[in-house]
């Protein structure tokens, strides 16, 4: 089996698994964040009388969704927890993390190639991914579209799942087989877990529905999940670990913040001699911290400007050599 592959980038640590020539698999991880995994100290700030449920407020000022707590936890008092999922923010509003009580010891959350040892797999730490992909693959999640023969997938992180909409001009028994192997990709591609909601054209045929149930099973082979048959209205219901953000649910709500580093790695790598120009609309500039642009510098040993045009697009962005 193929290797994940990993980049230390700049604002972002970035996972990738390629097998011939393409990223079948991604994960994506973002400095500072509360991630599952680590075990935190916090105030008991809520809990409601005789539930095992409650909240923990953080020094950082973060609230913590935790339950199984002790029937000797009280309100104000301190409390260690292990946080089990980060925060996921969807929409307008976020999901808090989670956690329960432990007695572990203090501990940051497992790095992006500790997870990935942890959970069996060879990691190789390489200078810059040996494909190309990169970029299209946060460019669906920009879109949040995917695009497969005779149709597309439409992509929305909601509150209650992640939910995927299929449209095209096949006849709908067609449409929807064409549509499998390209929500098993996104799913991996785009490290989506949770509860997915996939809305299939409506097959009137029992036949015609189990024939795509069946494709789903051989497509997800290897991706760990339950899975509901297709009803009489075409949706089929996937549940998987989610232990924080998928790639889709980063780049959705914080699109500038994930644009701004998407910028950074390409200019890391610009290959023409000069100095390295950065041209962005003034909403990108505000997200290019003065930390990032010094490590570009570190990084490629040269001079790093930064040219404001308003009339780009506020989530684009170009990286190209200049004269010294």
Known sequence: MADW????????????????????????TWPGELAAGAVV??????????????????????????????????????????IHRARIDEGIRSKRAQGRPTDEPLRPAPTLEE???GEGHEVRIVPRF?????????????ERQVGFDGGALHLSPT????????????????????????????????????????????????ADRRAVDSALEQALQGFAHERTAMN?????????????????????????????????????????PGAILLTVHPALQARLKAEWIGELARRTGREIRIGVDPALAPEAGMAQAVPL
């Open 5 to 28: 592959l990993i980049e230390r980038g700049i604002g972002e640590t970035r996972a990738a698994l390629v097998e011939n020539d393409a990223i079948v698999a991604a994960r994506l």
């Open 41 to 82: 100290e916090g105030v008991l700030a809520s809990r409601a009388s005789g539930s095992a449920r409650g909240t923990v407020r953080l020094d950082s000022g973060e609230e913590v969704l935790v339950d199984r707590l002790p029937k000797s936890a009280s309100e104000g008092a301190p409390i260690r927890i292990l």
């Open 115 to 117: 997870r990935l040892r």
């Open 130 to 142: 040996p494909v190309t992909g990169w970029s299209e693959l946060i460019a669906e999640a920009f």
């Open 159 to 206: 509150p209650a799942m992640t939910l995927i909409d299929i449209d095209g001009t096949l006849p709908p028994r067609a449409l929807a087989l064409a549509a499998v192997p390209a929500i098993a990709a996104s799913l991996m591609r785009l490290d989506i877990g949770g509860s997915v909601g996939i809305d299939f054209p409506t097959l009137q045929d029992k």
């Open 232 to 272: 009489g209205f075409g949706f089929v219901q996937i549940v998987a670990r989610m232990e924080g953000p998928s790639i889709l649910h980063r780049v959705t709500r914080h699109r500038l913040a994930a644009a701004a580093r998407l910028l950074l790695r390409r200019a890391e790598h610009v290959a023409d």
